[in-house]
């Protein structure tokens, strides 16, 4: 099962809307708006698996205070290091 997470993003949040259209104007079916959110899923996560090649690491060295504000969470962490690995 492929991860849901960029579904928030403009262009998952586009897709969606455009799925309600149509699903609105009774031009598909809920089951189809399914089956191509599940595929938008899928094909994502391959894309960004297989050609996004910068990562981070991060190194904390003290204890992290986290905050949930809204529905992000904040991390605060002091001397921490971090490398970007290309």
Do not use: H
């Amino acid at each position: 099962m492929a991860y849901q997470l960029y579904r928030n993003t403009t262009l998952g949040n586009s897709l969606q809307e455009s799925l309600d259209e149509l699903i609105q104007s009774q031009q598909i079916t809920p089951q189809l708006a399914l089956q191509v959110l599940l595929q938008f899923d899928k094909a994502i996560n391959s894309a960004l698996a297989q050609r996004v090649r910068n990562r981070v690491n991060f190194r904390i060295l003290a204890p992290i205070l986290q905050n949930e504000w809204g529905k992000k969470w904040l991390f605060y962490a002091i001397f921490c290091y971090y490398s970007s690995l290309f």
